[in-house]
Each structure stands twice: as C-alpha cells, then as structure tokens.
C-alpha cells in the first residue's frame, strides 16, 4: 500500500526565520504530483504548492518551496520568512495506488512565536 | 462561489443511530471524496467516485455506504453509528484524478460525536 510519512509531529519557528518541514512517500509510479496543504484552526485544507515528479526543478510559491529527491522519495517543504500566520498543521500527500485520489500523512503542526 | 459545502457541521449521535452527511458541489467536477480527520491525525480517504454512477473504496470504508446519482451530489451513509466514527469529515472535489496533479477543493468539514 502506498504510504506518506511525515516523522515531525511539531515543529517550531521564529518569525522571519525559515523552517523545513519532512516527508517521506512510498509509490511504485514513474510519473506522479506530490502535494503540501496546510490546515488552520479552522481547519480549512488549503493547498500550499503541489511538484510533478518528472520535472527536475524544485516547486516555488512565494516563500514556500519544496526540496523533492526523487530517488529518496524526499519531499521536504521549507518556508521562509516564517509568519505568524503560518502557524498550522502541514499534511504532506501522494496520489492513492489507482492515482484517482490523495493519501495524507499524519501532519506536522507548525508552531510560530514572535 | 459556494465550491464544496457539506450538511451538517455538527452533529451529535447515539450509537446505533444512522446518519446521511450531504455533500454538494457546483464546479461540475468529476471526482469527489469523502475523507476523516481523527483527532490530531491525518485525513484518511473513506470512499471516492470518479463519476455518477460510480463508487469506490478508499483506506477505511467500513461502516459507511455512498452513492453518487449526480455529478453535483456525493453523500455519505453512517450506518449503526460507532464511537469509533467520531471525527471530522471532509468533502471533496477535484476536475480530474486528484492523484494526477489536479487540484482538490475542500468543504469546510463536518464534526461528528458519537456517543
């Protein structure tokens, strides 16, 4: 079965200060899209920024970016600039084995101090 | 711009009791999703249909049924309630596979105690 590990339950940033968040993925695709969605208080998921695997370079959003090593099945996610309003928990996902729907892991909270 | 709402929001159950958590969106997406969310846990995927008419199992989909008889609607069946089906559920959709670099939009949740 496919399988996402993220092995940092918590994490804890400064504001302005840049963090890496880890995951790690288990798929027997050659060709697939990895994905970080964050989740507030709320508990909206919003989706932070997806990678295609093919593609050698790194996804960018803004101050998110991502640091994929195909080979190690590494999808890390690294957030500049850290703001308090990053403060959430981070879930890492991959497609399912069909490659119809996303698999979670089970999250990293992220917390912010100022 | 409704996107993906879910009915109820909350909802407390005796164990037993059945339930139907509605899900409707107006994207006109193909494929939608129902996932759950334990406390501090990650979102595990309960079934999925990739068009109506047709449903899928998904990671845990013991305990509930679905049906899709249109494109706009995806509810979920809790049949004999357990507390072991105490979570958060989230609707979703996307266009396209969502494992395929689709994009998938989320309801806001819906909160379920069994007791």
């Known amino acids: 079965a496919q399988t996402v590990t993220q092995s940092q339950p918590e994490m804890s940033v400064q504001e302005a200060e840049t963090v890496t968040l880890s995951c790690t993925y288990d798929?027997?695709?050659?060709?697939?899209?990895l994905f970080w969605y964050k989740q507030p208080p709320s508990r909206q998921m919003i989706l932070v920024i997806r990678q295609e695997a093919y593609k050698q370079q790194n996804a960018t959003e803004n101050r998110f970016s991502v640091n994929f090593q195909k080979a190690a099945k590494s999808f890390s996610l690294k957030i500049s600039d850290s703001q308090l309003g990053d403060a959430a928990m981070y879930f890492c996902?991959?497609?399912?084995?069909?490659?119809?729907?996303?698999?979670f892991g089970k999250g990293t909270t992220l917390s912010v101090s100022s | 711009n409704a996107g993906v709402t879910q009915t109820p929001k909350f909802r407390i159950l005796k164990i037993g009791q059945s339930m139907t958590l509605q899900c409707t969106q107006d994207m006109n997406h193909n494929y939608m999703y129902w996932y759950r969310q334990d406390p501090g846990m990650g979102l595990k995927l309960i079934y999925y249909?990739?068009?109506?008419?047709?449903?899928d199992k998904g990671e845990v989909p013991n305990g509930y049924n679905v049906s899709r008889s249109t494109t706009e609607d995806f509810p979920l069946r809790l049949e004999l309630a357990a507390p072991s089906q105490t979570s958060v559920y989230f609707c979703a959709s996307s266009y396209q596979q969502g494992g395929s670099g689709n994009t998938i939009y989320f309801g806001e949740g819906s909160w379920l105690t069994v007791v």
């Open positions: 249909s990739v068009g109506a008419g047709i449903t």
């Open positions: 996902a991959s497609p399912n084995q069909a490659g119809t729907a996303l698999i």
């Open positions: 798929t027997s695709e050659s060709d697939y899209y």
